[in-house]
């Protein structure tokens, strides 16, 4: 088992991508669970999907005083910057970029901009977090910073108490889409991933790369999470669940890739952000080597359920669950809605993933089954779309 390392209660915790759906969630967990702590939040508010429901979920973390949110984007290196210096983080996890296997296929600069240039400025923060640290314990805003949405800035100067030791530990959102279409399965972190299959899937290989470069170079402890095919309530639109259930709801038909014979290891939101979690509180040892040098503190790790599920049995579940919650009528003609076609540029046929490392190092593995995930969603669904 990894030693748990980092103390959550009381810390200083910068989430970027607040808004997203991963991260207002892990927001949400650990104001709700360790006294003390100071969550700032990051986040551009872009219209890649329905803000309102960005929207919605900022509303579940707002009434918390412990909470302060900075509306702007991580490829402005000033911004970044300034967070830093301003909120002194303790742990930083980066879960902010531009989503979306196909959406890469039409709009690539979105990908450079949010995940490699926005990363790299994450990653340059956090190094630079060890120059003075505790040095410049600033009272107020730092200059230029944008005005927080709520909360102010008095929850972050707290952090800049002497003492400050820089980032503790970095951890970040990766994919299981860097696996491309490795043919060997489950997907074991200790696989090659040198051959992506979309521009989505190379950006978050080479964060991992860039990640493991400042880890050796600037001994910044750091983890990578791939996750797999993350599902539940107040999710994201633009993933099959979400928008076969709009699509449906308008009488259109839903279009299952490669004629419904692709698998998928679908994770519920709860699960990844307990994996989330107990991954930040471990943070990898920093030591020497012979050389004298650092060994890079840094470390990968799946997150994904462990039983994929073909999309034929999961359009199944799902319109079951959709009829139980009244998003659909009783009578709703399936089958009638339903299109079979071949796969799509920048798919895979099968996600599945091996989480022996976290089992291992952490005791945990997710164990949510889909219907329970999909009936929590079609719950919400109903709430948030039909009686809102």
């Known amino acids: 088992m990894v030693k748990k ?16 759906f991963i991260g207002s969630a892990l927001c949400a967990r650990l104001l709700s669970e360790y006294p003390g702590i100071r969550v700032t939040g990051i986040d551009n508010m872009n219209d890649y999907y329905d803000v309102a429901i960005k929207e919605e979920r900022l509303s579940r973390l707002s009434s918390d005083p412990h909470f302060t949110f900075i509306r702007g984007d991580i490829a402005d290196k000033e911004l970044v910057t300034r967070a830093f210096a301003q909120c002194k983080p303790d742990v930083v996890v980066n879960l902010a970029a531009q989503a979306g296997v196909r959406y890469s296929i039409t709009h690539p600069d979105s990908y450079i901009r949010s995940n490699l240039i926005g990363f790299y400025n994450i990653l340059e923060a956090c190094r630079h977090s060890y120059d003075g640290a505790g040095a410049d314990g600033a009272q107020g805003p730092a200059a230029g910073m944008p005005a927080a949405d709520k909360g102010g800035t008095a929850d972050c100067a707290q952090s800049s108490a ?9 951890v970040y959102a990766s ?49 990578g999470l791939r996750f797999f095919t993350v599902y539940g309530a107040a999710g994201r639109p633009d993933m099959a669940y979400f928008g ?44 020497s080597g ?31 669950e959709l009829v139980a919650a009244d998003v659909l009528p009783q009578d709703y003609d399936f089958e009638a809605h339903k299109e079979l076609v071949p796969m799509q540029p920048g798919d895979v046929p099968v996600t599945y993933a091996d989480t022996t490392a976290l089992e291992q190092d952490f005791g ?25």
Request: charged residues 20%; hydrophobic residues 35%.
């Open 162 to 170: 002497a003492g400050y030791a820089g980032v503790r530990h970095l």
């Open 5 to 20: 390392n980092v103390d959550l209660q009381g810390a200083g915790v910068l989430v970027t991508g607040a808004a997203g």
């Open 244 to 287: 076969f259930t709009n699509r449906l709801r308008a009488g259109e038909k839903i279009r299952i890739f490669n004629f419904g014979h692709c698998k998928r290891d679908f994770t519920y939101i709860d699960d990844i952000v307990e994996g989330v979690v107990r991954v930040m509180q471990g943070a990898p040892e920093r030591q």
């Open 175 to 223: 994919s299981s889409s860097v696996y491309g279409s490795n043919a060997k399965i489950p997907y074991s972190t200790d696989d090659k991933v040198d051959h992506p299959v979309s521009l989505y899937a190379a950006t978050k290989k080479s964060d991992e790369l860039m990640a493991h470069a400042y880890a050796k170079l600037y001994n910044i402890p750091s983890t």
């Open 290 to 320: 012979a050389d004298g040098l650092p060994i890079a503190p840094y470390r990968i790790y799946n997150i994904g359920n462990g039983h994929p599920v073909d999309l034929l049995d999961f359009v199944d579940i799902l319109q079951q």
């Open 364 to 388: 945990y593995r997710p164990r949510t089954d889909l219907r329970t995930g999909l009936r929590a969603f079609a719950v919400w669904y109903k709430k948030f779309y039909c009686e809102g």
